[in-house]
T-cell receptor, first 107, second 112 residues
Framework: KNEVEQSPQNLTAQEGEFITINCSYS?????LHWLQQHPGGGIVSLFM???GKKKHGRLIATINIQEKHSSLHITASHPRDSAVYIC?????????FGKGTRLHILP | NAGVTQTPKFRVLKTGQSMTLLCAQD?????MYWYRQDPGMGLRLIHY???????AKGEVPDGYNVSRLKKQNFLLGLESAAPSQTSVYFC???????????FGDGTRLSIL
């Protein structure tokens, strides 16, 4: 079993829909990251959080340490949000990645 | 302000050849990482460094060596390339352990 599991693996939605991507982990962590990888391949860090909730524009990330679970929400989704969203966790000096969720927003 | 720069961006090698991938960061970050990304596998950590002169093994270190002689540079070497090392390689850096990582644009490496 992977230490970091994401769901769903693939998600297609209509423009304007509210999007939720989930991440569950099975190891002790010191921080959790959400990353975005666009079709061109570049990877951008969206959030790093160790508790609670963070918001940036239309993106919201939450984490529940007790349940070992995090969610990434996108409000008012847009075709430019189409990308692979990757969850990763800090464990000691290393980072463990989920396999990513491929999101496709239709106009 | 370039951030994290990887060279080269593309390379094709023959089995058995050697090469070095260079990662350079201009943000004075302590931590640097080398990852490989393969279809269906996600990013996997090859080696990492927590400061100048230090290196450590990650999840998939076999067949690779690294060096961090200068704080701003982290080199990844393949001594004898194998087809299984065909992948996209990403370098990243962060200020400290629990800090956001900044990624390079990736190096697409094919081993024939």
């Amino acid at each position: 079993k992977n230490e970091v599991e994401q769901s769903p693996q693939n998600l297609t939605a209509q423009e304007g829909e509210f999007i939720t991507i989930n991440c569950s982990y099975s190891v002790g962590i010191s921080a959790l990251h959400w990353l975005q990888q666009h079709p061109g391949g570049g990877i951008v860090s969206l959030f790093m959080l160790s508790s609670g909730k963070k918001k940036h524009g239309r993106l919201i990330a939450t984490i529940n340490i007790q349940e070992k679970h995090s969610s990434l929400h996108i409000t008012a989704s847009h075709p430019r949000d189409s990308a692979v969203y990757i969850c990763a966790v800090n464990r000691d000096d290393k980072i463990i990645f989920g396999k990513g969720t491929r999101l496709h927003i239709l106009p | 302000n370039a951030g994290v720069t990887q060279t080269p961006k593309f390379r094709v090698l023959k089995t058995g050849q050697s090469m070095t991938l260079l990662c350079a960061q201009d943000m004075n970050h302590e931590y640097m990482y080398w990852y490989r990304q393969d279809p269906g596998m996600g990013l996997r950590l090859i080696h990492y460094s927590v400061g100048e002169g230090t290196t450590a093994k990650g999840e998939v270190p076999d067949g690779y060596n690294v060096s961090r002689l200068k704080k701003q540079n982290f080199l990844l070497g393949l001594e004898s390339a194998a087809p299984s090392q065909t992948s996209v390689y990403f370098c990243a850096s962060s200020r400290q352990r629990n800090q956001p990582q900044h990624f390079g644009d990736g190096t697409r490496l094919s081993i024939l």
